[in-house]
């Protein structure tokens, strides 16, 4: 596979459910990004990793829960969501943290019923 | 903060036409990055063109070109010849070149165009 991939493209899930989205980059890139793209509203930036290590998180509630593994995974762990947190997430990443160039994945569409 | 505002939500040209869409920022600062980004139904963002705002030059692309005007903090977005392929989600985006510990974009809440035959 090439670009950014994430698993999966599609998932609903309860309040009480526990559930992870996956993000993989095959460009050998330094830096992973994840945005929360809800209907409307400008995409968000959540959180930010470089070299496995979180640099950025913008206020994100403790219910998601982001995890980077190496430099090519980044996983976003979800549990007790609300509904509001229902939206497009997308995964992204550059070649390193202060690259103006993001490549984003196709995104994960999160229902929570 | 950075804003950037694109008030145009939807926005529809024929085949072969040539459409223009806005956006505006605000920043105090002198040095930043412009794109934009397209998101095909299919939703992979890809980015389509971007300005670097220490030049003057306005970028070009193909049949994308930008009309970048720093004092004005506008950056249109001008595509020539539309295709049917360029129906898309269009996003305008900032970027700092001051980036501290991570490169940020912020982002516009996009417009929907619609290339009709």
């Known amino acids: 596979e090439t670009g950014v991939t994430q698993t999966p493209r599609h998932l609903v899930m309860g309040m009480t459910n526990k559930k992870s989205l996956k993000c993989e980059q095959h460009?050998?890139?330094?830096?992973m990004y994840w945005y929360k793209q809800s209907a409307k509203k400008p995409l968000e930036l959540m959180f930010v990793y470089s070299l496995e290590e979180r640099v950025e998180n913008n206020s994100v509630p403790s219910r998601f829960s982001p995890e980077c593994p190496n430099s090519s995974h980044l996983f976003l762990h979800l549990h007790t969501l609300q509904p509001e947190d229902s939206a497009l997430y997308l995964c992204?990443?550059?070649?390193?943290?202060?690259?103006?160039?993001?490549?984003f994945g196709p995104g994960t569409r999160l229902t929570v019923t | 903060a950075q804003t950037v505002t694109q008030s145009q939500p939807e926005m529809s040209v024929q085949e072969a036409e040539t459409v223009t869409l806005s956006c505006t920022y605000d920043t105090s600062e002198n040095n930043y990055y412009l794109f934009w980004y397209k998101q095909p139904p299919s939703r992979q963002m890809i980015l389509v063109i971007r300005?670097?705002?220490?030049?003057?030059q306005n970028a070009t692309e193909n049949r994308f070109s930008v009309n970048f005007q720093k004092a004005a903090k506008s950056f249109s977005l001008k595509i020539s010849d539309s295709q049917l392929g360029d129906t898309a989600m269009y996003f305008c985006a900032f970027m700092s070149a001051y980036t501290g510990t991570a490169s940020k974009l912020t982002f516009g809440t996009g417009t929907r165009l619609q290339v009709t035959l």
């Open positions: 460009l050998g890139h330094n830096a």
């Open positions: 992204a990443s550059s070649q390193d943290r202060l690259a103006y160039e993001q490549y």
């Open positions: 300005q670097e705002a220490y030049k003057q």
